[in-house]
């Protein structure tokens, strides 16, 4: 294999390596200070990262306020105090080796408060902010006002375009790569546009290469493209590797740190990742951001598929293809459905699907009492960890409302994540993890067939590190 050469990036030559930043609580600064440690660049996730009491314990994220707007507050608080706690733990273990990032997903509540506080608060232990999820066109503002280089994550030439001409061609000098994250490979939320389909991969070379031709339109020559998303062995990536039509060219790891020694996600996470078979990770469209995300197929998103399969039409009105009545709700408020579908709703009803909740798009889903009452309380309990949440309906400027009805058919991430990072103590692990959200990039099956983790083999982050060098 071609041997890779180090690239500078925040000042300092370090391994082309990155780890991919993976948001609440599992993008910790101990696996980022590990990866810098080892020669490459950590990252820490300022997602609702965990803070720390004065013996150590992580602080638990219980929120009071009364109002969506007094609990966000809080989630941001929360936000600022862990996003420093993991700055300082990933400066200590790296031992000023390598380079700390921060990453922010620009679609999460109060996004911009969250990354200055962090930065206020650690001041010297960031060297660089990486940022997607939407279109942070104030990401080079922040690295202008903190001297910062910053790495906007995109998915195609076009966005990065629309970046530069709005924003980032006021500050090129601080711009210190930008991350091409490909939309069908990469794990958590992926920036898939209408144009594009879930089901046809494209190849992500000649996308790399239009990102290149873009950047170059704009003297970026030199300036470091970052390819995240079904990176797996470097000897996969030959053709890449010291290519002048690409340029420089770095290697992001998001999937592949989860399983190692210092990886905080639970153990029962671990053990069901060396289970995993081909096509067992897919794009899927249930997440309150909108986009498309890429989680493992497990009971908590069969639940989502079965769930919208159980939705039928509804109308105010009688009419148009509307003949049958049906009563929604506790005081079974008249509307009415397609005669057709009236007999998959008693079938549903029979077994045990009783509760109908209106969706945004007119139509009723079908679901427990108990499952009722759950999303009902969700979506109250409400923090405002998005800009915008369909589930909740929350948007985060007045008047705090997307003015549509809230989504059944998706669900709290805020909650569900927590939740998968922190297994309440007493709980089957396995359990839990089978139900909760559980991201990961499509190549996760490899955990299986790759013989470096043969026997269940979980190596430390050096070892990972040191194993991705050798190409295999």
């Not at 780890?19 to 609440?24: F, I, N, S, T």
């Not at 990770?281 to 998103?301: D, E, H, K, M, Q």
Request: aromatic share 10%; proline share 6%.
């Amino acid at each position: 294999m071609k041997s890779i050469d180090t690239l500078r990036f925040g000042g300092q030559d370090v391994l082309p390596l990155i780890e991919g930043g993976k948001g609440v609580s599992v993008s910790t600064g101990v696996s980022a200070g590990h990866w810098a440690a080892a020669g490459g660049i950590g990252t820490i996730s300022a997602v609702n990262a965990d803070s720390y009491d004065q013996d150590g314990h992580p602080v638990p994220q219980v929120y009071h306020g009364r109002t969506r707007r007094e609990r966000q507050q809080e989630l941001i608080r929360y936000a600022i105090d862990g996003g420093i706690a993991q700055a300082k733990i990933a400066h200590d273990i790296s031992g000023g080796k390598g380079r700390i990032n921060v990453n922010i997903l620009w679609e999460m509540g109060g996004a911009e408060e969250v990354i200055i506080g962090i930065l206020e608060g650690a001041p010297g232990l960031v060297h660089g902010v990486t940022c997607g999820a939407g279109m942070p066109y104030r990401l080079s503002d922040i690295a202008v006002r903190f001297g910062l280089p910053y790495y906007p994550i995109v998915s195609s030439g076009r966005a990065f375009n629309a970046l530069w001409r709005r924003a980032y061609g006021k500050a090129p000098e601080l711009l210190g790569g930008v991350v091409y994250e490909d939309p069908w490979r990469a794990g958590g939320h992926n920036g898939l546009s209408n144009t594009e389909n879930p089901l046809s991969p494209e190849d992500p070379y000649p996308r790399v290469l239009e990102l290149r031709r873009v950047m170059r339109n704009y003297g970026l020559d030199e300036t470091p493209i970052i390819m995240a998303g079904g990176v797996w062995h470097l000897e996969d990536w030959q053709d890449w590797i010291g290519n002048p039509e690409l340029g420089p060219i770095a290697f992001q790891f998001g999937t592949r740190p989860l399983l190692t020694q210092e990886s905080p996600i639970p153990d029962a996470w671990k053990r069901r990742l060396l289970t995993l078979k081909k096509g067992d990770v897919y794009l899927n469209r249930f997440s309150p951001t909108g986009f498309y995300s890429s989680a493992v197929r497990n009971s908590f998103l069969q639940d989502l598929c079965d769930r919208s399969e159980r939705q039928v039409p509804y109308s105010q009105e009688t009419g148009d293809g509307y003949e049958a009545s049906y009563g929604v709700g506790a005081r079974k408020r008249e509307v009415f459905v397609p005669a057709a579908d009236r007999p998959r709703i008693a079938e549903w009803e029979a077994a045990g699907f009783t509760e109908a909740l209106r969706t945004p798009d007119d139509t009723l889903v079908f679901v427990t009492p108990e499952s009722a009452r759950e999303i009902l309380a969700d979506q109250t309990a409400c923090m405002g960890c998005l800009s915008q949440c369909r589930f909740s309906n929350w948007m985060q400027r007045e008047p705090y409302t997307n003015g549509q009805k809230a989504d059944p058919r998706s669900f709290c991430i805020q909650k569900t994540l927590q939740t998968i990072s922190h297994i309440p103590t007493g709980a089957d692990e396995d359990d839990v993890v089978d139900h909760n959200l559980m991201f990961g990039g499509t190549n996760a099956w490899r955990f299986g067939t790759d013989p470096f983790y043969a026997n269940g083999f979980v190596p430390t982050v050096g070892q990972l590190v040191e194993r991705i060098l050798t190409g295999r």
